[in-house]
């Protein structure tokens, strides 16, 4: 937590001032540590975590992803991951694992009902997240995700506050109100000195199944100004699919079938971490 008596500021937020400098958090066994952000909800943010996760995995790299999205968590239900998880003697929780050895960790994996809503004021959800990071056994991991909460309100704050990031995956849509609200999350992560890693253009274009045609449901794809703003690189662009939407639906991420699209997406992110070093690499 930050020391508010040594702030300047008279916010009076007690603890969750966005401009106080942050005291280093070991990141213990993980590589790498990448939050995956949106700023508006529903472009896909959690989706392209899953399929971040996925890229990696496929690479053989050891993977986790700390679902952080704790009003809105859909990361068990995209990886099929269904059984509630248990803790030790000891107070540790141990994550959830699916098909393709990605670890996980979810506050719907501690729900008796799944479908109950978490109805809790935001320093619940801050202690909460805290704990998801000190207090499961996440063990040796090359890349941990963090399926951030959308927006820029305190749960996404507290994340970005607490937890030894690496940087941060924007993804958005072609739509403009996306991209507007996303630019408010590349903001935030520069108060926070969260380095924005790239961005992922998601539902970009749907493919004519006649004729194959790529077709812009959402209009012309504003990406290329984001990218040139905030000076970061363009790590992948994902069409409107069905396939991938089935798949969501039925748990089975895991076998989604472009593998090339998920290589290059996996290459780029690489590429954009390149600047510092890797620990655990894989
Ligand atoms: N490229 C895509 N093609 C088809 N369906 C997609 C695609 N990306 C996401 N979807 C579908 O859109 C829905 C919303 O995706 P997702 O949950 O990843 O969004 P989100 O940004 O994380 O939402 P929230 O902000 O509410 O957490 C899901 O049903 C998902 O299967």
Same mark, same amino acid.
């Given at each position: 937590m930050s020391d508010c008596q040594s702030c300047s500021s008279s916010c009076g937020e007690g603890g969750t001032c966005p401009g106080q400098a942050k005291e280093p958090i070991d990141k213990r066994g993980v590589g790498r540590f990448v939050a995956v952000g949106s #700023?508006?909800?529903?472009? #896909?943010k959690s989706t392209t975590t899953a399929l971040l996760a996925v890229a990696m995995a496929r690479r053989g790299c050891r993977v986790g992803i700390l679902?952080? +999205? %704790?009003?809105?968590?859909s990361i068990p239900k995209l990886l099929g991951i269904r059984d509630p998880l248990v803790g030790t003697v000891a107070g540790m929780i141990p994550p959830a694992s699916a098909k393709l050895g990605i670890r996980v960790m979810s506050v719907n994996l501690l729900? *008796? +009902?799944?479908?109950?809503? %978490? %109805?809790?004021r935001g320093p619940l959800i801050a202690n909460l997240l805290k704990q998801f990071w000190? *207090?499961?056994?996440?063990?040796?991991?090359?890349y941990l995700f963090v399926d951030l909460p959308p927006g820029t309100a305190d749960a996404p704050l507290t994340v970005m506050q607490s937890l030894p990031l690496d940087g941060m995956v924007l993804v958005t849509s072609p739509q403009g109100l996306a991209e507007l609200i996303v630019e408010k999350a590349c903001h935030m992560a520069g108060m926070l000195d969260v380095p924005l890693l790239g961005v992922v253009e998601n539902m970009s274009f749907v493919r004519c199944? #006649?004729?194959g045609q790529e077709l812009d449901l959402f209009g012309p794809s504003h990406v290329a100004k984001l990218t040139e703003r905030f000076s970061m690189p363009l790590l992948g662009r994902f069409p409107v699919d069905p396939t991938l939407a089935l798949l969501c639906d039925s748990g089975r %991420?895991? *076998?989604?079938?472009?593998a090339e699209r998920l290589e290059d997406l996996a290459s780029a992110l690489e590429a954009s971490l390149a600047g510092s070093p890797v620990k655990g690499a894989c």
């Open positions: #700023g508006k909800g529903g472009v #896909g679902d952080a +999205d %704790v009003t809105g968590p729900l *008796d +009902d799944p479908a109950k809503p %978490v %109805v809790w000190n *207090d499961v056994e996440w063990g040796n991991l090359d199944p #006649g004729c %991420v895991e *076998d989604y079938g472009e």
